[in-house]
Nanobody, 114 residues
Framework: QVQLVESGGGLVQAGGSLRLSCAASGRTFSAYNMAWFRQAPGKERESVASISWNGASIYYKDSVKGRFTISRDNAKNTMYLQMNSLKPEDTAVYYC???????WGQGTQVTVSS
């Protein structure tokens, strides 16, 4: 079992930056492919970015390419999402997950004002 805890969300103006962190419990974090998802009000949850267990394979949703960077530090059992040039449409609750194992965090709110 792995527990995931997100942090780093908040309110930021358009064009600003935030860095989300996802701290994982347990000793097997390094074995999991991980991902960031988000869910805006009235919309379905969507994948934003994913990273393989060793960081060698990374995926981004088209709308965040060039603005968001996913990374992980297996020694610290932590995954990150650096979000730059934020837009109002990025407003959502952001979740970290090990989707193949159905492990999810509780989510952190990101609000981008125009």
């Amino acid at each position: 079992q792995v527990q995931l805890v997100e942090s780093g969300g908040g309110l930021v103006q358009a064009g600003g930056s935030l860095r989300l962190s996802c701290a994982a419990s347990g000793r097997t974090f390094s074995a999991y492919n991980m991902a960031w998802f988000r869910q805006a009000p009235g919309k379905e949850r969507e994948s934003v970015a994913s990273i393989s267990w060793n960081g060698a394979s990374i995926y981004y949703k088209d709308s965040v390419k060039g603005r968001f960077t996913i990374s992980r530090d297996n020694a610290k059992n932590t995954m990150y999402l650096q979000m730059n040039s934020l837009k109002p449409e990025d407003t959502a609750v952001y979740y970290c997950a090990a989707p193949s194992y159905n492990y999810w965090g509780q989510g952190t709110q990101v609000t981008v004002s125009s």
